[in-house]
């Protein structure tokens, strides 16, 4: 348990009231690391990857005013998706997603709605809005069907997609360098 002590050129306060539980949940993690990104017209990478890669300057840029975007984490790698992100691109605010509903699925073909969302409007570009799934299952693909822009009527961009979990994931075997963002050392 925790008590806090409030302390100044007057004197000591005496205790709070304790607090035993949790101070801070547990983290969450992008969990689309390794698989695979697509979308409903089959867009040659990196187009629908561009929205997996940290980046969302680099968008996933569609021709129409609805569209899918999915990522498969791969056989046998369902996870729990606890919360997700959209983040608009640095392009138009019409062009933004509008309306959508996030599935879920674990053979491709049979979707579950997980979180629907209308009237979506983003205020910042390029930053993300973070959306709470209700029920969490694991599944193994992730879809974000968007069902209606901000009035653009020819495009839809999306700056990122980020599937949040708390179980983590195994990264792949690979070489990879670790930099301290403060000092890129």
Request: proline fraction near 6%; aromatic fraction near 10%; charge should be negative.
């Amino acid at each position: 348990y925790y008590v806090v002590q409030a302390k100044n050129s007057v004197g000591t306060s005496g205790n709070s009231p304790e607090f035993s539980a949790a101070l801070l949940p547990a983290p969450l993690a992008d969990i689309a690391i390794g698989g695979t990104a697509s979308d409903n017209d089959n867009s040659t990478p990196p187009n629908a990857a561009n929205a997996f890669d940290h980046n969302p300057g680099s968008e996933w840029f569609h021709q129409g005013t609805n569209g899918w975007l999915q990522y498969d984490l791969g056989a046998g790698n369902a996870q729990v998706l606890k919360r997700y992100t959209v983040s608009s691109s640095g392009d138009l605010v019409p062009r933004d997603p509008k309306d959508w509903q996030l599935l879920g699925s674990n053979d491709g073909t049979t979707w579950t709605t997980l979180d629907s969302q209308t009237n979506q409007l983003f205020a910042n570009r390029l930053l993300p809005t973070t959306y709470v799934i209700a029920n969490p299952a694991a599944y193994r693909y992730y879809r974000l069907n968007v069902t209606a822009n901000n009035g653009d009527g020819v495009f839809l961009d999306v700056g990122e997609l980020g599937l949040l979990g708390d179980s983590g994931r195994i990264i792949p075997d690979g070489t990879y360098c670790v930099v301290n963002r403060n000092s890129n050392e």
